[in-house]
């Protein structure tokens, strides 16, 4: 074997190795998650898709028309969610007893 070859094949035990770093404790106790928030449904659920411009396309239409379609059926599904955990926000805050046209309290 030529020298060349032989510095390639160098004992895998005496490679070497990259400084270690400072140690990380992974298995310590979390700090405590914070107050939940009440979540605010929105009204334009496309708006932040909008704001980033342009997608990395070539067809930018057809791709802005599917990604709104996923995100539009996507927000209900989160709203429903986070209803069923109790996490929305009450859309009418301070009013109690709200009347619909019947009559009866609405649901």
């Not at 004992?11 to 914070?34: E, K, M, S, V, Y």
């Not at 396309?57 to 791709?63: K, V």
């Not at 986070?82 to 109690?96: E, F, I, S, Y």
């Amino acid at each position: 074997m030529s020298s060349t070859q032989q510095q390639g094949r160098g004992n895998p035990r005496r490679q070497r190795q990259a400084p270690r770093g400072a140690t990380i404790d992974f298995w310590h106790a979390a700090a405590g998650l914070p107050e939940l928030q009440p979540i605010v449904p929105t009204r334009d659920a496309t708006a932040v898709m909008r704001s980033l411009g342009d997608l990395p396309s070539l067809d930018r239409a057809e791709a802005r028309y599917h990604v709104a379609a996923v995100i539009e059926r996507a927000v209900p599904i989160a709203i429903a969610l986070a209803h069923t955990a109790g996490l929305l926000a009450d859309p009418n805050p301070g009013v109690t007893g709200r009347q619909n046209g019947s009559g009866s309290p609405s649901r």
